[in-house]
């Protein structure tokens, strides 16, 4: 397989050999899906806390006689039945919602999007993107001539909302902070890239390609019956 690379005029200047295994991957929607919901799990943070029986102060007197006062028998006033008691099975901040997710599965599912938005036109590979001074006018002048060079790109300058993730094949200041008034764009390494930054997003623009494509093989995560 074989994409273009663009420069940042908009210009195809050359072409790059993609692998199978990263842009050529079969959809499978139950890895991704598996993966997707098991990191924002693990990115959840617990906040929302409930105080049960046990957590709530006072009730340790009975509040009346077992017998004889014509009236339903209580133990505490702290019960959940009780105005001012504990909360029955309430949310508690101290509760676990990790859950493991392997490395060859991260690592899979997130080739099976980059595969897909390949086959849709989603991904756009530029040569480079580095700028001398921090300038959203060039960041600007960048975004108009990619959405122009493709027509599977035209929404990459008028879309509001999650319009692209730029990674680049190592951090760059001058470029995160060009994009960095531009709320619809994400500028990060393309090594942190994760299956849920490249769903939560319509393009994924890859800096030089080559570089950024031999970072994914060289991971070597990815098993001769996981490619399969």
Known sequence: MEATVYNSQGKETSKV????AVFGLKWNGDLVSQVFNSMNTNARTNVAHTK???DVRGGGKKPWAQKGTGRARHGSSRSPIWVGGGVAHGPRNEKNFDRKVNKKMKAKALYTVLSKKFKDGEIIFVDSLSFDTPKTKDAKAVIGALSGANDSYRYLA?????????ATDEKDINTEKSF????SMEVMEAR??????????KYIVLENPEKIISMFTAKKLLSAKATA
């Open 158 to 166: 008028t879309k509001r909302k999650n319009a692209a993730l730029i």
């Open 52 to 54: 049960d029986r046990s």
């Open 17 to 20: 050999t993609l692998p199978e």
């Open 180 to 183: 960095s008034n531009f709320g």
């Open 192 to 201: 942190n890239l994760s299956v849920v930054d490249a769903l939560n997003t």
